[in-house]
């Protein structure tokens, strides 16, 4: 059976960008967002910032912190049997690590870290349905802080700063998938 790497990281601090370096190499992502935004469509709703966090939170209030982890395991589970390596993009809590690491024996813990101008930054020019303006941005990480992100960044088995060019985050994050790719 293969590995699984878990990816965390604030808005902006580029677990997406990491992700295509990934998938540019063949290795399969599967997204804690998609889950959301699937709920989010489920319902019938526009994919804002608003909605997804709304989603968000009645999710983890109505079925628990773990619920996102607990809908995506089971594919995880399932891809496993035929690769490799996969990556799961966008772990937000210690609940959704601990139950994908009672469930997965060989999971690790990337964080991608940038500072918060940067990601600020980096989000107001990308233009995604969820990010929405500076408000949305300050909404969107208080929350992600409140699931307890930082408790994953603190316990990363490795992370990546990414504070500079995304020339140069695509090489850095392309080295680390060479190197961690073949362990």
């Given at each position: 059976?293969?590995?699984?790497?878990a990816v965390?990281?604030?808005?902006?601090?580029?677990?997406?960008?990491?992700c295509?370096?990934?998938?540019?190499?063949?290795?399969?992502?599967?997204?804690?967002?998609?889950?959301?935004?699937?709920?989010?469509?489920?319902?019938?709703?526009?994919?804002?910032?608003?909605?997804?966090?709304?989603v968000?939170?009645?999710?983890?209030?109505?079925?628990?912190?773990?619920?996102?982890?607990?809908r995506?395991?089971n594919?995880?589970?399932i891809?496993?049997?035929?690769?490799?390596l996969?990556?799961?993009?966008?772990?937000?809590?210690l609940?959704?690590?601990?139950?994908?690491s009672?469930r997965?024996?060989?999971?690790?813990?990337?964080?991608?870290i940038?500072?918060?101008?940067?990601?600020?930054?980096?989000?107001?020019?990308?233009?995604?349905?969820?990010?929405?303006?500076?408000?949305?941005?300050?909404?969107?990480?208080?929350?992600?802080?409140?699931?307890?992100?930082?408790?994953?960044?603190?316990?990363?088995?490795?992370?990546?700063?990414?504070?500079?060019s995304l020339?140069?985050?695509?090489?850095?994050?392309?080295?680390?998938?060479?190197?961690?790719?073949?362990?």
């Open positions: 059976m293969g590995r699984v790497v965390c990281g604030l808005p902006g601090s580029g677990k997406g960008v990491f295509s370096q990934a998938a540019a190499r063949n290795i399969p992502i599967l997204s804690m967002g998609d889950v959301v935004r699937a709920e989010v469509t489920a319902r019938g709703l526009k994919e804002s910032p608003e909605n997804v966090g709304r968000a939170m009645q999710l983890r209030t109505i079925f628990g912190e773990d619920v996102i982890a607990e995506l395991v594919e995880i589970l891809v496993l049997n035929t690769e490799p996969i990556i799961i993009d966008g772990i937000r809590s609940d959704e690590y601990t139950h994908f009672e997965i024996d060989n999971i690790s813990l990337l964080s991608i940038a500072s918060r101008e940067i990601r600020k930054k980096r989000i107001s020019q990308r233009g995604r349905g969820e990010d929405g303006g500076d408000i949305d941005f300050d909404i969107r990480e208080a929350r992600e802080l409140e699931w307890g992100i930082e408790i994953l960044i603190e316990i990363s088995d490795d992370s990546i700063v990414n504070e500079s020339e140069d985050a695509k090489e850095r994050f392309g080295e680390w998938l060479e190197v961690n790719a073949s362990d």
